[in-house]
């Protein structure tokens, strides 16, 4: 994959919020790879997601993201999209 063609946004978060967001970031798609911050900027989880493993692989990343969310009050969600 071409770096050029990557971008990077940020989301800030609250944990309650964090798998229902990160959930929609998914089904918007195009989408390589996720990266969870703390409030302090510390990366907590990283993600990656290729167009094979949407679906069944991302169950268990989902439920560490529930433990997360209870763990952090506020982070970043880092998105990196392809175009």
């Avoid at 989301?11 to 089904?27: A, H, M």
């Avoid at 993600?47 to 970043?76: D, H, K, S, W, Y």
């Amino acid at each position: 994959m071409n770096e050029e063609n990557t971008h990077r946004e940020e989301f800030e978060f609250s944990g309650d919020k964090l798998v229902s967001q990160i959930k929609e970031l998914i089904n918007e798609g195009n989408i390589r790879r996720i990266i969870i911050k703390s409030e302090e900027g510390r990366a907590l989880i990283d993600i990656p997601l290729t167009v094979g493993i949407l679906g069944t692989l991302v169950a268990p990343q989902l439920a560490a993201l529930g433990a997360i969310a209870a763990l952090v009050n506020r982070g970043t969600i880092v998105v990196e999209k392809t175009e």
